[in-house]
């Protein structure tokens, strides 16, 4: 015994050693080929989403996009542009080995193939690129085997949809697939084996239906992967139990009935699956070799203990065959019970004891739930229930009685997937034991019925409430073209309700305004495409037109004959309204409601083609209004356009209806006479001024009383100009001749007009270039004290240095600057250059001396003025009472409220303030005494015949007696001979300045000047 125990032990120790090791080995080998087979996953999902990411960069390249759509949007006929984009994508094609790569526009028709002879695409294939068109969104299709002459190989398509420039949302324009062929380098890559083997392998299947097919060439060279097909109900196949749902390590046979040991996945989204296997004879063989080594001891040790075996199995041979007899009988009570319930058969049948334990069940249950028969034994009916409803076990087991008892729950199988069930459950008693019998019955299938009968329940009842409250108006016709149904929406829009309408023909809509040419389209559309859409005007039923926007769809029954027309139509009498205001608004101008240029344009060719024909006349009035800027400046933009508003209604109040009235922009308006007859040039100067005395009378906006004058040039065809440009040209001229020749007058263009504007541009250039390069520069001219004849300050003076003509007088070039709004520039130059060189001579030493400089009338409207003077005086530290700022009597009294504002706030920096000319102008006297002034300066003109003119003389008296009266000085200008001083001197002028004493003098002559006036004025002897 000791030693048949310790053979027993040896050989049991041997096994045991054995078994570790196949078992290590084992999972080894598991280990790996999880591990290869999702390293290969991977790789294949890399591959499938590189090639997914070129098809997405290609179709979002902006350039592509631009590229496409002008070539689909030109007909697809540019050969150019073909080219092109053929190019483009045969340089994708060739860098990432794309087999072939295809456009398609928005109906899906081919329009550009990289292969001249490339077939097709198959059905299935523009079934799902329709797909695509339609969500938008990048797919790829399943992998399709080809077979081109001797050629085998796979291919896979990338479908991503085209969309305009600019737009990530909307409807594609077109499609682009990228052919790729896997047998390139994927499936290579897939079928190599990271470690020395010989039957170690991956390959991909694809589950088509109840088969298994393989898209990868296999290893073994008797076999062609691509033509490989197998059942899925081969119950060994790696590949078939994968496609039942069972994943990660398994064991069974391969394609060639071997038995291996395998991985599988399946790959996302796909019907694919990637297999890795290897030989289980590969794998066992080293382990075999250990086995027969390891039972070659063993049998030494075992051979011994045989004899002691033999006598120990007689003694217990008996018990032996009262066990098989015992084993025997169970099996057949087993099987016995089968047959019991076997009746039941077509459903699952589980015999379970008392607690819910199952003891038998039929091979449907072994189907239904994925389990052996060996697990499904002893397995507690909960576990077969689905997580939901697990919670009801309890309530449902209280069901079963004798009697027997129906109910409905959730099961799985075992890869997961939830079924539904009808349990019939009782208590039954077989060989004197109580079980509980269940009768399971699947009603997945019923499910699915019943809730795609409440979704089509439900769809309908959906399609109804659109019908009924959509929006749009809805009549449905039936084969005949008779009104059957209409919606509310369609009551609502037209006032017709279904009894108005039952039964007649749509025609009964028609307002007859319709051209036939549309109806026409609409059934030769319908006929051809079973679909039109449009605009129409029908009529609704108070009489009232009724634009609309029209779809009519022709519905067929399943035998494609034609059985209704269902029509579907939007009231756009706003777009209709704001596409007319649209035109308006192209055409006209926004403010005044008159012609725009563009307009202007079109009609006057329009009015030249015709007198051409006729040979008659026309004229051009260009009109411009004098001084508007400082009413806008003044009284603001919105005051400045209710007078525009009124002046083009007094121009078309003014002309014929046949006359056209435009406005160029700003205060420019252009006024055609179309139709002087055979009358002379005279008549349209009558026009033009009726026109003039038209917009000279006063103007009542709000709680103003406005004047404007207007400047009007006038050029008549075919005199002045053969077309429109040269006509409009000449008035322009004309009227900026009439300004200058005081405004509020009509001129008619002559040649010698354009010299004068070319002039005058020429002078504007040159005075931009003079600012720019600084040849400017002051003069400055004495005031001296009547009395003393003592310096007392110095004017200003600005000269133009030209470095061609020399010196230009201010006379010149002051009103262009005036009117090109270069005075602005000029004058704050004027104001810096006169403060900078008061400041240097009073570090001269040359103090008590003033500095006078003149503002314009751009200047005094500016709200920039006040901040620019008061910054000007700090950057050079001079005190305001060191400056006088001189304006003209005519600028102050043009706007008075404004000009005593602006004045004040100059005042308020301490500088003096002088009316310059005065006598000159309109002055008020109430508004006079308002204005924060100094002084006043009387105007040359008066000084200069003050000796020979009584009036003069009265004029000069008084003026001097009116400003002392008013606290004012004066200062006489223009003073030339002794005479004009002494009689100054007698009325009590304060200041003078002329000749006599000096004339302008530059900067550097200045201290001299003033050196000789003090040393010599003791010495004048006053008359």
């Given amino acids: 015994m000791i030693f048949l125990a310790l053979t027993v032990a040896i050989a049991l120790v041997s096994i045991a050693g054995f078994r570790w090791y196949q078992l290590d080995v084992q999972r080894a080998v598991q280990q790996n080929l999880l591990s290869i087979t999702e390293a290969k996953v991977n790789h294949f999902l890399a591959w499938r989403e590189e090639r997914r990411e070129n098809g997405k960069a290609l179709v979002n390249d902006p350039g592509f996009r631009a590229e496409f759509q002008r070539w689909i949007a030109a007909g697809a006929t540019d050969k150019a542009e073909e080219e092109r984009l053929r190019q483009r994508l045969l340089a994708i094609r060739d860098a990432?080995?794309?087999?072939?790569?295809?456009?398609?526009?928005?109906?899906?028709?081919?329009?550009?193939?990289?292969?001249?002879?490339?077939?097709?695409?198959?059905?299935?294939?523009?079934?799902?690129?329709?797909?695509?068109?339609?969500?938008?969104?990048?797919?790829?299709?399943?992998?399709?085997?080809?077979?081109?002459?001797?050629?085998?190989?796979?291919r896979i398509n990338i479908l991503a949809p085209v969309r305009p420039p600019g737009t990530q949302a909307g409807a594609a324009i077109g499609l682009v697939l990228l052919r790729a062929d896997p047998t390139l380098k994927l499936f290579a890559t897939l079928s190599t084996w990271p470690m020395p083997s010989e039957s170690g392998e991956t390959f991909l299947a694809r589950r088509d239906g109840e088969v298994i097919t393989y898209l990868s060439a296999v290893r073994q060279p008797s076999a062609n992967g691509a033509a490989l097909q197998f059942s899925m109900q081969e119950k060994e196949l790696l590949s078939a139990q994968t496609a039942r749902g069972a994943e990660g390590f398994l064991e069974g046979t391969d394609y060639r009935e071997v038995r291996v040991f395998g991985a599988s996945r399946s790959i996302p989204d796909t019907s694919w699956i990637i297999v890795s296997k290897i030989d289980k004879a590969e794998i066992e063989e080293p382990i075999r070799r250990i086995a027969w080594l390891v039972s070659v001891v063993?049998?030494?040790?075992?051979?011994?203990?045989?004899?002691?075996?033999?006598?120990?199995?007689?003694?217990?041979?008996?018990?032996?065959?009262?066990?098989?007899?015992?084993?025997?009988?169970?099996?057949?009570?087993?099987?016995?019970?089968?047959?019991?319930?076997?009746?039941?058969?077509?459903?699952?049948?589980?015999?379970?004891?008392?607690?819910?334990?199952?003891?038998?069940?039929?091979?449907?249950?072994?189907?239904?739930?994925?389990?052996?028969?060996?697990?499904?034994?002893?397995?507690?009916?909960?576990?077969?229930?689905?997580?939901?409803?697990?919670?009801?076990?309890?309530?449902?087991?209280?069901?079963?009685?004798?009697?027997?008892?129906?109910?409905?729950?959730?099961?799985?199988?075992?890869?997961?997937?939830?079924?539904?069930?009808?349990?019939?459950?009782?208590?039954?008693?077989?060989?004197?034991?109580?079980?509980?019998?269940?009768?399971?019955?699947?009603?997945?299938?019923?499910?699915?019925?019943?809730?795609?009968?409440?979704?089509?329940?439900?769809?309908?009842?959906?399609?109804?409430?659109?019908?009924?409250?959509?929006?749009?108006?809805?009549?449905?016709?039936?084969?005949?073209n008779r009104i059957v149904a209409i919606n509310s929406g369609f009551t609502r829009l037209t006032g017709y309700c279904?009894?108005?309408?039952?039964?007649?023909?749509?025609?009964?809509?028609?307002?007859?305004?319709?051209?036939?040419?549309?109806?026409?389209?609409?059934?030769?559309?319908?006929?051809?495409?079973?679909?039109?859409?449009?605009?129409?005007?029908?009529?609704?039923?108070?009489?009232?037109?009724?634009?609309?926007?029209?779809?009519?769809?022709?519905?067929?029954?399943?035998?494609?004959?034609?059985?209704?027309?269902?029509?579907?139509?939007?009231?756009?009498?706003?777009?209709?309204?704001?596409?007319?205001?649209?035109?308006?608004?192209?055409?006209?101008?926004?403010?005044?409601?008159?012609?725009?240029?563009?307009?202007?344009?079109?009609?006057?060719?329009?009015?030249?083609?015709?007198?051409?024909?006729?040979?008659?006349?026309?004229?051009?009035?260009?009109?411009?209004?004098?001084?508007?800027?400082?009413i806008n400046d003044t009284l603001g933009h919105a005051m400045g356009d209710k007078l525009l508003k009124l002046v083009a209604q007094r121009l078309h109040d003014s002309v014929r209806d046949s006359d056209i009235v435009s406005r160029l922009g700003g205060d420019e308006f252009v006024i055609v006479l179309t139709d002087l007859g055979g009358a002379s040039a005279s008549a349209a100067l009558r026009v033009a001024d009726k026109i003039r005395r038209a917009l000279a009378q006063p103007y009542f906006i709000d709680t103003e009383v406005l004047h404007i004058t207007p400047s009007i040039g006038l050029a008549v065809y075919p005199s002045d100009?053969?077309?429109?440009?040269?006509?409009?040209?000449?008035?322009?001229?004309?009227?900026?001749?009439?300004?200058?020749?005081?405004?509020?007058?009509?001129?008619?263009?002559?040649?010698?007009?354009?010299?004068?504007?070319?002039?005058?541009?020429?002078?504007?250039?040159?005075?931009?270039?003079?600012?720019?390069?600084?040849?400017?520069?002051?003069?400055?001219?004495?005031?001296?004290?009547?009395?003393?004849?003592?310096?007392?300050?110095?004017?200003?003076?600005?000269?133009?240095?030209?470095?061609?003509?020399?010196?230009?007088?201010?006379?010149?070039?002051?009103?262009?600057?005036?009117?090109?709004?270069?005075?602005?520039?000029?004058?704050?130059?004027?104001?810096?250059?006169?403060?900078?060189?008061?400041?240097?001579?009073?570090?001269?030493?040359?103090?008590?001396?003033?500095?006078?400089?003149n503002l314009s009338a751009h200047q005094l409207r500016s709200p920039k003025l006040v901040s620019h003077v008061a910054a000007t005086l700090e950057k050079h530290r001079l005190q305001g009472a060191d400056i006088e700022l001189e304006i003209t009597e005519s600028v102050a009294m043009h706007n008075p409220e404004a000009s005593i504002k602006q004045l004040q706030a100059l005042r308020n920096l301490g500088l003096r303030l002088s009316i310059d000319d005065f006598g000159t102008g309109y002055s008020s006297l109430s508004y006079l005494k308002l204005l924060p002034i100094q002084t006043l300066k009387l105007d040359r003109s008066f000084v200069r015949d003050i000796e020979t003119d009584v009036n003069n003389v009265i004029i000069c008296t008084t003026t001097i007696a009116l400003a002392h009266s008013l606290g004012l000085k004066v200062v006489g200008e223009g003073v030339e001979t002794t005479a004009q001083h002494n009689l100054l001197k007698a009325h009590g002028c304060d200041l003078v300045q002329g000749f006599l004493f000096s004339k302008p003098l530059t900067a550097a002559l200045v201290p001299g000047f003033v050196d000789e006036n003090l040393a010599s004025r003791m010495q004048i002897v006053y008359a």
């Fill in 96 to 154: 990432y080995a794309y087999e072939d790569i295809l456009l398609f526009d928005g109906e899906l028709r081919q329009v550009l193939s990289t292969r001249r002879d490339a077939a097709p695409p198959a059905a299935e294939a523009m079934k799902q690129a329709a797909e695509v068109l339609h969500s938008g969104a990048i797919e790829y299709s399943d992998i399709t085997y080809l077979r081109s002459g001797s050629r085998e190989h796979a």
């Fill in 721 to 853: 100009g053969g077309d429109c440009e040269t006509l409009v040209k000449n008035a322009d001229v004309a009227m900026y001749h009439a300004k200058a020749q005081g405004r509020n007058n009509i001129q008619f263009f002559n040649p010698q007009m354009n010299q004068a504007a070319m002039e005058r541009s020429r002078m504007s250039q040159a005075l931009r270039v003079a600012l720019d390069e600084g040849q400017f520069e002051l003069h400055y001219q004495a005031q001296l004290d009547t009395r003393s004849r003592a310096v007392v300050g110095f004017e200003a003076l600005i000269r133009w240095r030209h470095p061609v003509e020399g010196l230009i007088s201010p006379q010149e070039f002051i009103p262009v600057a005036e009117d090109t709004s270069l005075i602005l520039p000029l004058g704050e130059w004027v104001l810096d250059e006169a403060c900078r060189q008061l400041r240097e001579w009073q570090d001269a030493g040359m103090n008590g001396v003033t500095m006078a400089i």
């Fill in 298 to 480: 063993t049998l030494l040790f075992i051979g011994g203990a045989g004899a002691a075996t033999t006598i120990w199995w007689r003694n217990q041979r008996s018990s032996l065959l009262a066990d098989v007899y015992r084993a025997r009988w169970q099996e057949q009570a087993s099987r016995q019970r089968l047959e019991n319930i076997t009746k039941y058969a077509n459903d699952i049948i589980l015999l379970l004891d008392e607690h819910h334990h199952i003891v038998e069940a039929n091979e449907r249950a072994v189907e239904a739930y994925g389990y052996a028969l060996a697990e499904l034994r002893g397995m507690h009916t909960i576990e077969l229930r689905d997580a939901t409803a697990r919670g009801r076990f309890e309530d449902d087991r209280n069901y079963w009685t004798t009697a027997g008892s129906t109910y409905e729950t959730v099961q799985r199988h075992r890869s997961g997937k939830a079924f539904a069930v009808e349990v019939s459950g009782r208590v039954v008693a077989l060989d004197g034991q109580r079980y509980h019998l269940a009768i399971i019955r699947d009603i997945s299938e019923r499910k699915r019925a019943e809730a795609t009968i409440r979704d089509r329940e439900e769809q309908l009842d959906l399609y109804a409430k659109v019908f009924e409250h959509s929006g749009e108006g809805i009549m449905i016709c039936d084969s005949k």
């Fill in 498 to 630: 279904i009894d108005d309408l039952q039964g007649k023909n749509p025609s009964v809509l028609a307002s007859g305004e319709t051209p036939r040419d549309t109806y026409r389209e609409l059934w030769s559309s319908i006929k051809r495409d079973d679909y039109w859409q449009g605009e129409v005007l029908n009529r609704r039923k108070d009489g009232t037109l009724l634009p609309e926007w029209l779809n009519i769809s022709v519905v067929r029954n399943d035998k494609g004959k034609l059985s209704h027309f269902i029509a579907a139509f939007t009231d756009i009498s706003e777009r209709k309204a704001a596409e007319s205001e649209i035109r308006h608004l192209a055409h006209h101008d926004v403010l005044t409601g008159l012609l725009n240029r563009y307009s202007l344009q079109s009609r006057l060719e329009q009015a030249l083609s015709t007198v051409r024909r006729e040979q008659q006349m026309l004229a051009v009035l260009l009109l411009d209004l004098d001084q508007f800027k400082s």
